[in-house]
């Protein structure tokens, strides 16, 4: 079996669905059915059960599916210890938000132990940059949220989470079960400075121009919410002082984290460490 056949089928068991598969590995549906069949006849027996609305893996595709990822893994850490013996073991993550995210913390503390021998240097960036300087080459790879410009990168999709508006506590929406943007409509908001990504400004203001404080950096929204009750919105399940609040937003989409590089970076460092990452943030 040639790994990047394997890589194939673990993309299109990680998707269910073929065209998603394609999309996320930058080809056409038609040639990787064709390896994906391949494959099932080199096995000896169907892998997914495929139907209008997607695939499911079958029991052996299961056990494929385990093995695959095993030896891929092995793969990734030859690739990285060979790197490290030419000296080359260094890999620079952008990080944007919370560094104390559950997924991060894992993620850093597997990656410890699986790649000892890399060196990785983190860049704490602000919330002007969603690619936290991938684009300006100084990072390889980052951990952020999306939706933002995907123009020339790889973007994988590590976990959702639901979001909310960030008000005071004495606000009288702050004592609501649920809100609609709607209901946030002529309030002030927080804004990003001009130059910032539109995708990633439209996303935070729900979808409308708004007005209000501009902000570079968290702190800088929840004081602009705490001195001044400007609307906020935030990832659901974060600690807020207890000033704050944080209610769900019942018709925004999801605020996606992400890892992100460069599209056509070979770079074995860069997707082992995706690999870990999705492993991580998977649980």
């Known amino acids: 079996m040639e790994l990047r056949t394997l890589r194939y089928f673990v993309t299109v068991a990680e998707e269910l669905h073929f065209g998603r598969a394609a999309t996320r590995l930058h080809m056409s549906q038609p040639p990787l059915s064709r390896a994906i069949k391949r494959l099932e006849a080199e096995v000896g027996g169907p892998l997914f059960v495929r139907s209008s609305a997607g695939v499911t893996l079958t029991p ?3 056990l494929l599916l ?3 990822r095993a030896l891929l893994d092995r793969a990734d850490r030859l690739r990285v210890r060979v790197t490290a013996a030419a000296g080359g073991a260094t890999l620079t993550v952008g990080i944007l938000g919370d560094g104390t995210d ?4 894992r993620l850093a503390a597997a990656y410890r132990r699986s790649h000892p021998g890399v ?4 860049r704490d960036t602000d919330l002007t940059d969603p690619t936290c300087g991938l684009r300006a080459g100084l990072v390889d790879v980052a951990l952020t949220r999306a939706p933002f410009d995907e123009t020339a990168l790889t973007v994988r ?3 959702s989470d639901p979001v909310g508006a960030v008000l005071r506590a004495d606000d009288p929406l702050a004592r609501r079960d649920r809100l609609r943007l709607a ?5 002030h908001w927080f804004r990003f400075p001009r130059g910032t990504d539109p995708v990633w400004q439209s996303y935070w203001h729900g979808g409308e121009p708004r007005e ?3 902000v570079r950096v968290v702190q800088e929204c929840l004081q602009a919410v705490l001195w001044n009750g400007t609307v906020g919105v935030a990832p659901l399940g974060h600690d807020l002082p207890a000033e704050l609040a944080v209610v769900p937003l019942t018709d925004m989409a999801p605020s996606r984290v992400v890892a992100v590089w460069n599209e056509g970076d070979t770079n074995p460092l860069v997707h082992s460490f995706v690999g870990s990452a ?6």
């Open 183 to 187: 209901d946030l409509g002529g309030r």
């Open 60 to 62: 052996v595709g299961a």
């Open 102 to 105: 559950p997924g991060a913390t």
């Open 157 to 159: 999709e590590l976990r």
């Open 119 to 122: 060196d990785i240097r983190v």
């Open 278 to 283: 999705t492993a991580a943030y998977r649980r």
């Open 66 to 68: 385990d093995e695959a």
């Open 212 to 214: 209000g404080p501009v």
